[in-house]
């Protein structure tokens, strides 16, 4: 069956996409730091589920798993907006980059006389200089967006030739995309966000984007999943291929958690100023948000999906799958905003307005794509493995 993108749904993402232009010129009327940093934060967020779509296909073809075949259109459509997403993130770094990374506008002050000199940002401008770091950002945005031209040119041009080069193919994309791409997540993690705070670095700060980014991917797919099914597409995905989606948002958050904990304690416990005051700026200004993002991160996914029988419970899975994505947002949040708004940030109706618009853009640009091809792929190798998928 094939997914239509009706008028009706059209206009509603006009709606969100209209709410999200107007909570921008309202953000860019109150402050240009406000308005700059939730750009970055918006579109990072529905930048990792892109990224990470592309993560899980190339694992798929990889492992040469069945389970993943009949939702295998889903993450393909995510992946799309990367061919978006990366133009507006470049356009954020070169255009409105001073007003989020502070050390943008002394790193190249080498006078020890002068009094915007820093030590520590001087110290690494080898690094964070801004030709180098816009340099790297275009080419990572570059590949990741040519890697995902080839996938999605792969498998339609499977459906349309059936045959098992285009399978061989998608393959020697996904080996190339999983290499650059595990180089490059800790590159953009420490260039796009911990250089927000350039005083301050974490060695394992990479894996905690990465797997953040990995959970908050698998909650959009389930969500689109029962989305689809609900409209009565995508009937021989069933409570198995569900179980399997929900055991990889289930394990995910809590490899999540574990670098979350293992992060926080190691720098509390070693109680060294230049570390301790990343997070004690957070908890005192931040509260809510930093130990709230726990309950929905951890706290909710382990006792709402710790059972076999919950994990396939379409119910808990909607549930879970909700709080997981606004405990991402919170995550996001408390990551970008005390560093380029100190404490006068806080989630509010320009917050929630410029989300909505980015997810309007979102749900634009995935739906055009679902409606591109069949919801089912025509001539993978493990179609029939995956419609009758059964534990």
Same mark, same amino acid.
């Given at each position: 069956m094939n997914y239509t993108f009706s008028q009706k749904e059209k206009m509603v993402t006009f709606v969100l996409m209209g709410i999200g232009l107007v909570a921008l010129v309202a953000a860019f009327a109150d402050n240009s730091h406000r308005a700059w940093a939730n750009l970055l934060l918006d579109n990072f967020f529905f930048m990792a589920i892109a990224l990470f779509s592309m993560v899980f296909l190339s694992m798929q073809y990889l492992s040469q798993g069945g389970y993943g075949v009949l939702v295998k259109r889903i993450p393909e459509a995510f992946s799309q907006y990367i061919f978006v997403g990366g133009p507006i993130l470049l356009m954020i770094l070169f255009l409105g980059g001073h007003n989020v990374y502070h050390w943008m506008d002394i790193y190249n002050i080498t006078d020890t006389n002068d009094p915007h000199y820093d030590a520590i940002i001087a110290g690494k401008s080898a690094y964070l200089n801004t030709p180098f770091f816009l340099g790297r950002a275009v080419v990572c945005i570059g590949v990741w967006s040519w890697c995902t031209h080839l996938m999605r040119k792969y498998s339609l041009?499977?459906?349309?030739?059936?045959?098992e080069i285009f399978h061989r193919k998608s393959i020697t994309v996904s080996v190339g995309f999983v290499v650059f791409y595990a180089v490059t997540i800790f590159v953009t993690s420490w260039d796009w966000l911990m250089s927000i705070d350039a005083h301050w670095y974490s060695t394992i700060y990479g894996w905690y984007i990465l797997v953040g980014e990995g959970v908050l991917c698998m909650a959009a797919i389930i969500l689109m999943v029962l989305y689809l099914k609900s409209k009565g597409m995508m009937e021989n995905v069933n409570e198995n291929h569900i179980g399997d989606l929900a055991k990889w948002m289930f394990a995910i958050s809590l490899i999540w958690s574990y670098m979350w904990l293992s992060q926080f304690l190691l720098i509390w416990y070693a109680n060294i100023p230049e570390e301790v005051a990343y997070y004690q700026y957070r908890i005192e200004h931040y509260k809510f948000i930093f130990f709230g993002m726990l309950a929905f991160n951890f706290i909710a996914p382990f006792f709402l999906l710790a059972s076999r029988d919950m994990k396939r419970n379409w119910k808990y899975a909607l549930l879970v799958s909700v709080l997981v994505? +606004?405990?991402?947002? %919170?995550?996001l949040f408390q990551l970008i905003m005390p560093g380029t708004n100190f404490d006068h940030a806080y989630i509010g109706l +320009?917050?929630?307005? %410029?989300?909505?618009g980015f997810l309007g853009l979102f749900l634009f640009i995935v739906k055009r794509s679902l409606a591109k091809a069949s919801l089912t792929v025509q001539s993978h190798p493990y179609l029939e493995e995956s419609a009758h998928l059964h534990h």
């Open positions: 041009q499977q459906d349309l030739n059936r045959g994505i +606004i405990g991402h947002y %919170m995550n +320009i917050e929630i307005g %410029m989300w909505m």
